[in-house]
């Protein structure tokens, strides 16, 4: 690393700090904590000070700019498009001194990346396609609205009860947009040029593998050291079937409704 990335990578790292517990932001909203840094944003937990509930204010990352505010007035503006309960409304935006700023409704619960890595929660394989196929009924909304998630990843997706809630919509497009290469490398980005339903359904699948090898023990395994998720999980033939459709591994599924009625043949044998 030469001395210019290193100073950058200072620079940054004091831009995108994060402000601390108690800061009142535009005499309304008053930090309680700080829930975590992305690739473009800031997210924070608030106390709404007028209305006393407590709400999720998720700031433009400093150090990213132009690209950052233009990702987060895009979030902005797909959120006020969706109207759906499992999608947390955008109650506000704004800037103050300079920063631009998103409010949405705080949605309680675990995220399922909590649940497999912190609580040890395990999946049989039944419980995680009757989990992805309420997944699917809100993923299939944001298609018919005309969107694409583009992030749909187990710490993106929160249960709360019997309720399941899709989150963070900073990297949704509206179909047929050009891929947005400066968004970074992840697999589902480089798989067409344009966006497309697909692109959502090949992260499904590697959502639908995390909640599996919830329940995968390497220790009484015996596979290759190189083996795949096709020698190491023991799912039924239709099972595998989905997944290399969605992993395009075999010819993909073109849209929600094909992996629906899969997902329900599947359920309902």
Not at 125 to 144: A, D, P, Q, T
Not at 189 to 202: F, G, H, I, Q
Request: glycine fraction near 8%; aromatic fraction near 12%; include cysteine.
């Amino acid at each position: 690393m030469n001395l210019f990335e290193y100073l950058k990578g200072v620079y940054e790292a004091w831009i995108d700090y994060p402000k601390r517990e108690g800061t009142v932001i535009t005499n309304k909203y008053r930090i309680q904590r700080f829930l975590g840094i992305g690739s473009y944003g800031l997210t924070y937990i608030c106390l709404d000070v007028d209305s006393g509930q407590e709400v999720v204010l998720k700031q433009a990352k400093p150090s990213k700019g132009t690209v950052g505010r233009d990702l987060l007035y895009r979030e902005i503006d797909v959120l006020g498009w969706l109207r759906h309960p499992s999608i947390q409304k955008c109650l506000a935006s704004f800037e103050y001194k300079e920063q631009l700023y998103m409010v949405t409704e705080h949605v309680k619960g675990q995220t399922v990346e909590d649940l497999i890595f912190e609580r040890g929660v395990v999946f049989s394989e039944k419980e995680v396609l009757s989990f992805v196929r309420k997944l699917m009924e809100i993923l299939n909304y944001v298609h018919e609205q005309g969107f694409v998630h583009l992030d749909i990843r187990i710490p993106n997706v929160i249960l709360d009860g019997d309720q399941i809630h899709l989150i963070d919509f900073g990297l949704a497009c509206r179909f047929g947009e050009p891929i947005r290469t400066e968004l970074g490398s992840d697999d589902e980005a480089t798989l067409s040029r344009t966006v497309e339903a697909p692109n959502d359904l090949y992260a499904v699948g590697h959502f639908i593998l995390f909640m599996l090898y919830s329940g995968y023990d390497s220790c009484t395994s015996e596979v290759e050291i190189n083996s795949g998720w096709e020698d190491e999980l023991t799912v039924t033939p239709m099972t595998k079937h989905m997944l290399r459709k969605l992993l395009q591994i075999d010819p993909p599924y073109m849209n929600t409704q094909q992996f629906m009625r899969d997902l329900d043949h599947w359920l309902n044998r």
